[in-house]
């Protein structure tokens, strides 16, 4: 069974870091790409990046700012996300979702974790 676990959210001061964790389990991990996703309360969620081995990362969030940086550990089943300079906007609920597909440009997200929740205080 396809498990994927969040860790690593909280509150948060406005300019602060954090890093987020999504613990993986019951599938080939080397070989599935890996996303993060987060959903502001009220909005649709939206993806900001994705990792996969060999094939590099894709982010799709805040690709001026390089805010985010998404890591994909296959020693320890982990896809690590560090988030920068949050602001009280990046609030929200974050997931990761593991593809079927090993690479980000055949992404899709099929397999999801429960979320875990960000606040960013000003």
């Known amino acids: 069974e396809v498990q994927l676990v969040e860790s690593g959210g909280g509150l948060v001061q406005a300019g602060g870091s954090l890093t987020l964790s999504c613990a993986a389990s019951?599938?080939?991990?080397?070989?599935?790409?890996i996303g993060w996703f987060r959903q502001v309360s009220g909005k649709e969620r939206e993806g900001i990046a994705c990792?996969?081995?060999?094939?590099?990362?894709?982010y799709f969030l805040d690709t001026e700012t390089g805010r985010f940086a998404i890591v994909k550990d296959n020693a320890k089943d982990t896809v690590t996300l560090q988030i920068n300079n949050l602001q009280p906007e990046d609030t929200a609920v974050y997931y990761c979702?593991?593809?079927?597909?090993?690479?980000?440009?055949?992404?899709?997200?099929?397999?999801w974790g429960q979320g875990i929740q960000v606040t960013v205080t000003s």
């Open positions: 979702a593991a593809s079927d597909a090993w690479s980000c440009s055949l992404y899709s997200a099929d397999h």
């Open positions: 019951g599938f080939d991990f080397d070989d599935r790409a």
């Open positions: 990792a996969s081995t060999g094939a590099g990362n894709v």
